[in-house]
C-alpha cells in the first residue's frame, strides 16, 4: 500500500506565496514522476506541474514563471513552491505519483487527499 499525503495549503493575500509538500510512504520502490494537480470550484481538475525522474519538469501556462516544483528522490517527497498567488489559483490541490511497488516498469498512479488553497483579493 501507498499513500501520499500532503501539506502546507493555507488562506494568503494575492501576491502572496505558499509551499506545498508531499510525501510518499509504504511499499515505494521506485518513483517515476510525481505531480500537482488542482480543482477549482465549479471545474475539472487540471495538472499544474509535474516533474519526471526528478529533472524534467512541466507546468500550465498559466502558472509558469510563477511557480515551481521539485522533488527530493531520496526522501519520496515533492514539494510545489507558489509565488505571485493570483485568486484564480484557488483551488483544491491534489498530489499524483507514478509508483512502481515491486522492480520492474510497472507503475500505478496515486493520489492524495487534497490541500486547500485560497488566494484573496
Known amino acids: 500500500q501507498v499513500h501520499l499525503v500532503e501539506s502546507g495549503g493555507g488562506l494568503v493575500q494575492a501576491g502572496g506565496s505558499l509551499r506545498l509538500s508531499c510525501a510518499a510512504s509504504?511499499?515505494?520502490?521506485?518513483?517515476?514522476?510525481m505531480g500537482w494537480y488542482r480543482q477549482a470550484p465549479g471545474k475539472q481538475r487540471e495538472l499544474v506541474a509535474e516533474?519526471?525522474?526528478?529533472?524534467?519538469?512541466n507546468y500550465v501556462g498559466s502558472v509558469k514563471g510563477r511557480f515551481t516544483i521539485s522533488s527530493d528522490n531520496a526522501k519520496n517527497t515533492v514539494d510545489l513552491q507558489m509565488n505571485g498567488l493570483k485568486p484564480e489559483d484557488t483551488g483544491l490541490y491534489y498530489c499524483?505519483?507514478?509508483?512502481?511497488?515491486?522492480?520492474?516498469?510497472?507503475?500505478?498512479?496515486?493520489w492524495g487527499q487534497g490541500t486547500r488553497v485560497t488566494v484573496s483579493e
Open positions: 499524483n505519483a507514478d509508483i512502481a511497488t515491486v522492480n520492474g516498469p510497472v507503475t500505478s498512479q496515486y
Open positions: 516533474i519526471t525522474n526528478g529533472a524534467s519538469t
Open positions: 509504504g511499499r515505494v520502490f521506485r518513483i517515476d514522476r
